[in-house]
């Protein structure tokens, strides 16, 4: 991805290839400025790379909005509607007549910890609750692909592993494919199947690791000797850039 500052180019990604299998948990990490956004935004169709393509199933997909889930770090809750109605929008918005996409939100409110909050409005909710809310609107969208952009990046520490814990459980439920975008070396490992990890100036992927660790997962898997290993890989990597292998695993 090139951008043009006044007439002068600017190379913000440099040639990525990022493979993402069906049904796993992918995520990356890099110091800010390193166009993990900008990933994104070329994967959600918001931004037509300057070169190169998105392919979604075998198809073609570059520039095509809609066709994967995106969830920033704001939850973006509408504060007019109801926390059942803001579950629902994405149904609504694809076409999906609102009493149907109520009765199809309801269950999964009551089945993931918003139960008995479907009638309040987001300003009676917590923190953690709206990011529950916001990501629960993501999946309902329907789409096999779901990007999340930092979405516990701005909860404290306890309600942050608390959110963890929930997304993995609705990883498991869902079975999406997940492209996740954190600053937080120890959230990427307790998520992930791979880690690819970036660098900046140009941005670009200087690493990619194999997470096998054994899911289901619980937060005591993060004092194992293993999950340390990785950690410890990864803030190496990221502390040390310029000494950054080409490519290997962190099995390796």
Request: hydrophobic share 45%.
């Given at each position: 991805?090139?951008?043009?500052?006044?007439?002068?180019?600017?190379?913000?990604?440099?040639?990525?290839?990022?493979?993402?299998?069906?049904?796993?948990?992918?995520?990356l990490?890099g110091?800010?400025?390193?166009?993990?956004?900008?990933?994104?935004?070329?994967?959600?169709?918001?931004?037509?790379?300057?070169?190169?393509?998105?392919?979604?199933?075998?198809?073609?997909?570059?520039?095509?909005?809609?066709?994967?889930?995106?969830?920033?770090?704001?939850?973006?809750?509408?504060?007019?509607?109801?926390v059942?109605?803001?579950?629902?929008?994405?149904?609504?918005?694809?076409?999906?007549?609102?009493?149907?996409?109520?009765?199809r939100?309801?269950?999964?409110?009551?089945?993931?910890?918003?139960?008995?909050?479907?009638?309040?409005?987001?300003?009676?909710?917590?923190?953690?609750?709206?990011?529950?809310?916001?990501l629960?609107?993501?999946?309902?969208?329907?789409?096999?692909?779901?990007?999340?952009?930092?979405p516990?990046?701005?909860?404290?520490?306890?309600?942050?592993?608390?959110?963890?814990?929930?997304?993995?459980?609705?990883?498991?439920?869902?079975?999406?494919?997940?492209i996740?975008?954190?600053?937080?070396?120890?959230?990427?490992?307790?998520?992930?199947?791979?880690?690819?990890?970036?660098?900046?100036?140009?941005?670009?992927?200087?690493?990619q690791?194999?997470?096998?660790?054994?899911?289901?997962?619980?937060?005591?898997?993060?004092?194992s000797?293993?999950?340390?290993?990785?950690?410890?890989?990864?803030?190496?990597?990221?502390?040390?850039?310029?000494?950054?292998?080409?490519?290997?695993?962190a099995?390796?």
């Open positions: 991805m090139v951008f043009n500052t006044d007439g002068v180019p600017f190379t913000a990604l440099a040639p990525v290839d990022l493979d993402v299998p069906a049904g796993k948990f992918v995520s990490i110091p800010s400025g390193c166009g993990k956004s900008t990933i994104f935004n070329v994967i959600a169709g918001l931004q037509p790379p300057s070169t190169g393509r998105v392919v979604l199933d075998g198809e073609e997909a570059t520039g095509t909005i809609g066709q994967v889930g995106y969830m920033l770090q704001k939850d973006l809750l509408l504060p007019w509607r109801t059942l109605d803001n579950v629902a929008l994405g149904m609504e918005i694809r076409g999906v007549p609102l009493k149907e996409a109520r009765d939100a309801l269950p999964l409110l009551h089945r993931y910890g918003l139960g008995g909050f479907e009638n309040r409005y987001p300003k009676a909710l917590s923190g953690g609750m709206r990011q529950r809310a916001a629960l609107r993501t999946l309902l969208i329907d789409t096999d692909v779901v990007l999340l952009d930092e516990f990046g701005a909860l404290d520490a306890q309600t942050k592993a608390q959110m963890q814990e929930w997304l993995l459980q609705l990883f498991q439920d869902f079975g999406r494919t997940v996740f975008v954190t600053h937080d070396v120890e959230e990427a490992v307790f998520l992930s199947d791979e880690i690819y990890v970036m660098a900046s100036r140009p941005g670009r992927i200087i690493d690791m194999t997470i096998d660790l054994p899911r289901p997962r619980d937060r005591s898997v993060i004092s000797p293993r999950f340390v290993a990785m950690k410890k890989y990864c803030l190496d990597l990221l502390h040390n850039v310029g000494e950054a292998p080409a490519s290997r695993t099995a390796a």
